[in-house]
């Protein structure tokens, strides 16, 4: 058994077309070698032509075809096995954006990390905010293509162990596309309905673990978490001070910034109303040195005041 349950469907046609591959290649080189020297000038001091030979081009056509068809036929079986999930699938949207991932269930609770039951079947909806992504897990055997505006785009496995499996964009998405990871955490079921419970919202549309009150430090630590997932900023700001594909957040807040407004320079401070306006409408104005990549993140006038509060906490 496998981790998921299309290694044991994927991996023998894998392994088929590599075995079949190798003794072409060395077929084809071993008789590319051996005319090279049956018929080198030395032996062959005239040319002399050579005639068709109906046997052999009956061979080299249907033994292809007949190859080929077998690698078309258990492709389709499994591809279209891929294409049907199952009834009582898990419903998770995945939703992947310059550059991390967003998963969202359907109780509205959303994670940059994907969070699924083992030994249940697991259907992700998938969209693209942007360009074309590739979600790929490459222990489970499944890849689809994420692709914006499409709709009923679904890609499905079952984790057949707990555990933890690497997500890749197996699709290049731009500059930082080789930092597009994350990772699916398989779980029993008891431990899964446990943490599912956990992160449930309540009757005021908040999660069991969140206070009612909205202090400075609570704000912060609620825009901590939407930096981290909804907002995908982390894609290209660091917290750290670095330069990645936007500014740092690292002390920013208060700090005087030179941006491109129609091609002419301004200063700007960076106070509340420029990082609102930046996050609402990141193109209207341009930190000189970097590039207009950002799309609007799909945020409310709270989650936009709670991000705010804790890039003020990065000093």
């Not at 990645?244 to 208060?254: A, D, R, T």
């Amino acid at each position: 058994m496998g981790s998921s349950n299309f290694v044991t469907e994927v991996d023998p046609v894998f392994i088929f077309v590599t075995v079949v591959s190798v003794l072409f290649i060395i077929g084809i080189t071993a008789t590319m070698l051996y005319f090279l020297f049956r018929y080198n000038k030395k032996r062959n001091k005239v040319a002399k032509d050579i005639h068709g030979h109906a046997g052999l081009e009956v061979i080299w056509t249907l033994v292809p075809l007949v190859i080929v068809t077998f690698m078309f036929y258990f492709g389709w079986v499994g591809f279209k096995k891929m294409m049907n999930p199952p009834a009582n699938s898990f419903q998770v949207k995945a939703t992947g954006r310059m550059w991390s991932w967003l998963f969202e269930y359907e109780n509205g609770f959303q994670t940059d990390t994907l969070y699924i039951p083992a030994q249940k079947p697991v259907e992700l909806a998938l969209n693209s905010m942007d360009v074309i992504h590739s979600l790929y897990i490459p222990a489970f055997r499944v890849k689809k293509d994420v692709v914006p505006g499409k709709l009923k785009n679904k890609l499905w496995f079952i984790a057949e162990e707990p555990g933890s499996y690497d997500i890749f964009c197996a699709e290049y998405c731009g500059q930082r596309h080789s930092y597009m990871l994350t990772k699916v955490v398989a779980m029993p079921q008891n431990k899964f309905n446990d943490w599912y419970a956990s992160v449930a919202p309540d009757t005021n549309g908040r999660t069991k673990t969140t206070k009612e009150s909205s202090s400075d430090d609570e704000m912060a630590q609620k825009g901590s978490m939407i930096v981290k997932t909804k907002g995908g900023c982390l894609a290209c700001h660091s917290l750290d001070g670095s330069k990645l594909v936007g500014p740092s957040f690292k002390g920013i807040f208060g700090k005087e910034v030179v941006v491109i407004v129609d091609g002419v320079e301004k200063q700007e401070i960076v106070d509340e109303k420029y990082l609102r306006k930046s996050i609402t409408t990141p193109a209207a104005e341009i930190v000189r040195g970097y590039q207009n990549l950002m799309p609007p993140p799909p945020l409310s006038e709270q989650e936009i005041g709670e991000v705010i509060a804790y890039i003020k906490t990065l000093q």
